[in-house]
């Protein structure tokens, strides 16, 4: 059974860093084929693609983000780490992780329930 | 960036209705595109991959059609529970990208 799940802080200050780790089971990074990634969503607003980490450890970041997200993942404990520098009140929203199979870049069958990180001084 | 973009932005319709979204490419994504589902307070669910193939577990009342630049998603007749936002997402080029979302309510 896949499962992914996101953890971290609730509510930041601007300029701070947000980290959020998903951790995962019922699949390995490892295997050909499997990535995960970070999507997030504004209240009210669209999907927004933020990052993706492949079977490789080849990694992919929305080019608007690249010098403030960075991915990390650990096959030993199943976890993607995305962090995120010196953030805004616009960085509120629910970060998704997801499971895409079949390559990168990849369709998502299977996504974590979320968790809503609020940018607020 | 390849934008997606979704149309209608809202689709009112009755139980029992065909529904007929449409996802539209700003450039060629050939069949690398798939369609979501998200219900309020939950994350989006596969519906659609590769514009054609049904996920596991998908209702044969869900079907995709398309390629290139032009994408819909048919739900042939609406039951209660597809009352919904449906995304589609392109896969050909990075980045990622959605479209902005298909509202569909009950009329």
């Known amino acids: 059974q896949v499962t992914l799940r996101e953890s971290g802080p609730a509510l930041l200050k601007p300029t701070q860093t947000l980290t959020l780790t998903c951790t995962f089971s019922?699949?390995?990074?490892?295997?050909?084929?499997?990535?995960v990634s970070w999507i997030r969503q504004p209240p009210g607003k669209a999907l927004e693609w933020l990052a993706l980490?492949?079977?490789?450890?080849?990694?992919h970041y929305r080019t608007s983000l690249k010098t403030r997200v960075t991915l990390s993942g650990d096959t030993s404990k199943n976890q993607v780490v995305l962090t995120l520098t010196n953030v805004d009140p616009l960085d509120t929203a629910t970060y998704y992780c997801?499971?895409?199979?079949?390559?990168?870049?990849?369709?998502?069958?299977?996504w974590g329930q979320g968790i809503l990180v609020t940018v607020s001084s | 960036e390849i934008v997606l973009t979704q149309s209608p932005v809202t689709l009112s319709l009755s139980p029992g209705e065909r529904a007929t979204l449409s996802c539209r490419a700003s450039q060629g994504v050939g069949s690398s595109l798939a369609w979501y589902q998200q219900k309020p307070g939950q994350a989006p669910s596969l519906l659609i991959y590769?514009?054609?193939h049904r996920a596991t577990g998908i209702p044969g009342r869900f079907s995709g059609s398309g390629s290139g630049t032009d994408f819909t998603l048919t739900i042939s007749s609406l039951e209660p529970e597809d009352f919904a936002v449906y995304y589609c997402q392109q896969r050909t080029n990075w980045p990622i990208t959605f479209g902005q979302g298909t509202r569909l309510e009950i009329k």
């Open positions: 019922g699949f390995s990074l490892s295997t050909s084929g499997i990535c």
């Open positions: 980490i492949d079977w490789d450890y080849d990694k």
């Open positions: 997801a499971r895409a199979r079949g390559g990168a870049p990849g369709h998502f069958d299977y």
């Open positions: 590769d514009a054609s």
